[in-house]
């Protein structure tokens, strides 16, 4: 018999990815709930970029269950330090086009689950001292 969460996870799978435009040297930063592979084929450029959806190249999948939460950070990231495609003739999602290397796109990515630990961390000390903070008032209280 599995557990109850082991069941959720295997029905549930989400991804951070990262794919790129080697031709234009453009990054995207995603997150999606199924194979990256048919998330890429989705893809619809219109315009001068038209067919160029074949030449999109997968180069970083992350299985996570904060998927959007990495995604989320990594892209406040990567809006300080690179500039946004911002082109409509990537589709939807081509507001998450950047002009940077998949390496540097990558770092983005490692350094949000950095972020995420971190933070995690911190709101339990923060937790634990409030805690102590408030057994301390409620015996100063008459």
Not at 52 to 61: F, I, L
Request: one cysteine or more; charged letters at 35%; hydrophobic letters at 35%.
């Amino acid at each position: 018999m599995t557990g109850l969460f082991e069941e959720i996870a295997d029905g549930e799978k989400s991804i951070c990815y990262i794919v790129s435009l080697p031709v234009e040297r453009m990054t995207k930063l995603g997150y999606t709930n199924v194979n990256t592979k048919i998330r890429v084929s989705r893809f619809k450029f219109s315009h001068d970029l038209t067919g160029m959806e074949n030449d999109v190249v997968v180069v970083g999948e992350y299985e996570t269950p904060m998927a959007k939460t990495i995604e989320h950070y990594a892209k406040k990231i990567a809006d300080r330090k690179y500039d946004r495609v911002m082109d409509r003739n990537m589709g939807s999602g081509y507001t998450e086009w950047y002009f940077c290397s998949p390496l540097e796109m990558r770092s983005c990515v490692l350094n949000a689950f950095k972020y995420v630990r971190w933070d995690k961390r911190r709101k339990a000390r923060m937790a634990e001292k409030a805690k102590k903070t408030d057994s301390k008032q409620l015996e100063l209280d008459f």
